[in-house]
T-cell receptor
Framework: SQQGEEDPQALSIQEGENATMNCSYK?????LQWYRQNSGRGLVHLIL?????REKHSGRLRVTLDTSKKSSSLLITASRAADTASYFC???????????FGKGTRLSVIA | DVKVTQSSRYLVKRTGEKVFLECVQD?????MFWYRQDPGLGLRLIYF???????EKGDIPEGYSVSREKKERFSLILESASTNQTSMYLC???????????FGPGTRLTVL
């Protein structure tokens, strides 16, 4: 059961550039979350945005949410080689159900 | 800081063996989850537990079972391992009221 779908599947940029990843989802949500996964490791929570929020910032991260379009974007500004990872969006199907993850965007930041 | 630990980072087993994957969290979280992650398929939910002694099937429970005898520990059991269970297994936990899930480092299981 797929809820979120990230786009693009892979992204390669130079260090210092901005990286934008998008997520589309199918059903109404009360929140949407972004996670990062370094190669071969577990997922790390980055940011959560609630359905009544339109934009949220955390350091170099900026997340937007458009509930009318059922989409979200994650912007990483001034990217660094250490940002190289896979990024996933995740939403609960409803209420307190487990998160459902998209397939992720693989970001490569070239020094 | 929340800490979720998994018993092994890498595990190699033979077809037909019974395999136990252990997950322990130290933050008194009620909810715990097991996912598997495969290339091109993303994370898929195997089983989850809302509290001690409770378990719910996820999207792909076939070939797996779970045990939650203590709040901090959630075990995934492969009753008779098969080669198609070769995968990365990820455990996660969260509180009953919080939406964020905290993940362990993962166990990469190879079944020969």
């Amino acid at each position: 059961s797929q809820q979120g779908e990230e786009d693009p599947q892979a992204l390669s940029i130079q260090e210092g550039e901005n990286a934008t990843m998008n997520c589309s989802y199918k059903t109404s949500i009360n929140n949407l979350q972004w996670y990062r996964q370094n190669s071969g490791r577990g997922l790390v929570h980055l940011i959560l945005i609630r359905s009544n929020e339109r934009e949220k910032h955390s350091g170099r991260l900026r997340v937007t949410l458009d509930t009318s379009k059922k989409s979200s974007s994650l912007l990483i500004t001034a990217s660094r080689a250490a940002d190289t990872a896979s990024y996933f969006c995740a939403t609960p199907f409803s209420g307190n159900t487990p998160l459902v993850f998209g397939k992720g965007t693989r970001l490569s930041v070239i020094a | 800081d929340v800490k979720v630990t998994q018993s092994s980072r890498y595990l190699v087993k033979r077809t037909g063996e019974k395999v136990f994957l252990e997950c322990v969290q130290d933050m008194d979280h009620e909810n715990m989850f097991w996912y598997r992650q495969d290339p091109g398929l993303g994370l898929r939910l195997i089983y989850f537990s809302y509290d001690v002694k409770m378990k719910e099937k996820g999207d792909i429970p076939e070939g797996y079972s779970v045990s939650r005898e203590k709040k901090e520990r959630f075990s995934l059991i492969l009753e008779s391992a098969s080669t198609n269970q070769t995968s990365m297994y990820l455990c996660a936990s969260r509180t009953r009221v919080e939406d964020t899930q905290y993940f362990g480092p993962g166990t990469r299981l190879t079944v020969l």
